[in-house]
C-alpha cells in the first residue's frame, strides 16, 4: 500500500504572540487533506520596538525549519519588522527548498518593494489565497494565477488581480490557540505551551475594516485597494462571538477581561 504523504507548511508569526490572522489561517489549512501546517511564533514584542533577535534565536528557527521540511513558508509582515522578515527569508533560502511567502499589511500597502524579497506575497486577505497555494502545490498543480498572489518566476512578476472580501466572517474559523503545532521562539529557547492560555485577557476580533478613511491611517491606503470588492466593514454575528468567547474560557479555565481588538466597535447600536 502507497503511505499518503502530507505537504508541510509552516506558518510565522513575526514578532507578536497575538497575530489573528496566522491563527486563523492555521485550522483552516489543518482542515484540509493531505496538509499539515505548523506555526512558529518567534518573537513577542508588546509596541512595534524590538531589538534584533540574538544568533541563538535565529539559529534555532533554522533547526525548526530544517526539522519540519516545510514546503513553503508563510511569513505574515508589518512594516516595523521588515528587517527581521528579511533575515528570516534569507536563513529559510540557505537552509531549505521551501517558497517564501510574504503576507500582511507590509506586502498589501508596499507590493513592489516586497516582491523583490520573496517568492510569493499576498496582498489583501490571505485565507482563501493560502489555501488555494496549498492545495494547488499539494497537487501538483499551476499556482500562477491564484487571486491575491504575485509570485516571483526568477525576476519575471506574475501580478494577479484581487478576490472579494470574505463578507460571511462567521465562515471562519476561531483564532487557533493552544495548538500542539505550535513553536515559540524567545529569550533564545523554544517553547510548546502558548502564552495567551494564561492571559488573564482574553483578546476578541469581531470585526473587519474600518468605515473612516483618516489620513493617518494604514485604512486611507487599503479602502481604494478594495474598491468594487465588497463591504470593506463586515461585522461577525453576536452568536458567533459569544461561541468563541466559551471556547476560548473552556480552553483556559479562567480570563477575567475580554479586549475587542477592532478597528473600530460602537459604530452599531443594535449589534
Not at 485550522?27 to 531589538?51: A, H, W
Not at 475594516?209 to 493617518?216: I, Q, T
Request: some cysteine; aromatic content about 10%; charged content about 20%.
Amino acid at each position: 500500500h502507497k503511505t499518503e504523504q502530507n505537504m508541510t507548511v509552516v506558518l510565522v508569526a513575526l514578532c507578536r504572540y497575538q497575530n489573528f490572522s496566522i491563527r486563523i489561517m492555521h485550522p483552516l489549512l489543518e482542515n484540509i487533506n493531505g496538509i499539515k501546517p505548523y506555526t512558529i511564533f518567534f518573537k513577542n514584542y508588546d509596541t512595534n520596538v524590538f531589538n534584533v533577535p540574538s544568533k541563538t534565536e535565529e539559529d534555532l528557527f533554522v533547526k525548526q525549519i530544517i526539522d519540519l521540511k516545510p514546503s513553503f513558508v508563510g511569513i505574515s509582515v508589518i512594516s516595523p519588522f521588515v528587517p527581521i522578515a528579511k533575515k528570516l527569508t534569507k536563513l529559510i533560502r540557505d537552509n531549505s527548498s521551501a517558497l517564501v511567502i510574504w503576507g500582511g499589511v507590509h506586502p498589501t500597502i508596499s507590493p513592489e518593494f516586497s516582491i523583490k524579497e520573496a517568492d510569493i506575497i499576498c496582498i489583501g486577505e490571505g485565507e482563501g489565497a493560502i489555501t488555494d497555494l496549498a492545495t494547488h502545490m499539494r497537487d501538483g498543480k499551476d499556482y500562477s494565477k491564484v487571486k491575491n498572489l504575485w509570485i516571483n518566476n526568477s525576476g519575471k512578476i506574475i501580478r494577479n488581480s484581487m478576490r472579494p472580501l470574505i463578507q460571511n466572517l462567521d465562515s471562519l474559523p476561531f483564532p487557533s490557540r493552544g495548538n500542539d503545532s505550535f513553536f515559540f521562539i524567545n529569550s533564545n529557547r523554544v517553547t510548546r505551551y502558548d502564552p495567551t492560555l494564561s492571559d488573564s485577557h482574553m483578546w476578541i476580533i469581531s470585526s473587519r475594516g474600518c468605515p473612516f478613511v483618516c489620513s493617518f491611517c494604514v485604512n486611507s491606503v487599503l479602502r481604494p485597494l478594495y474598491k468594487d470588492l465588497g463591504n470593506f466593514t463586515r461585522r461577525r454575528s453576536v452568536n458567533n462571538i459569544i461561541r468563541e468567547i466559551k471556547y476560548n474560557l473552556d480552553l483556559s479555565g479562567h480570563q477575567d477581561y475580554v479586549i475587542f481588538k477592532d478597528e473600530v466597535f460602537g459604530t452599531e447600536e443594535s449589534w
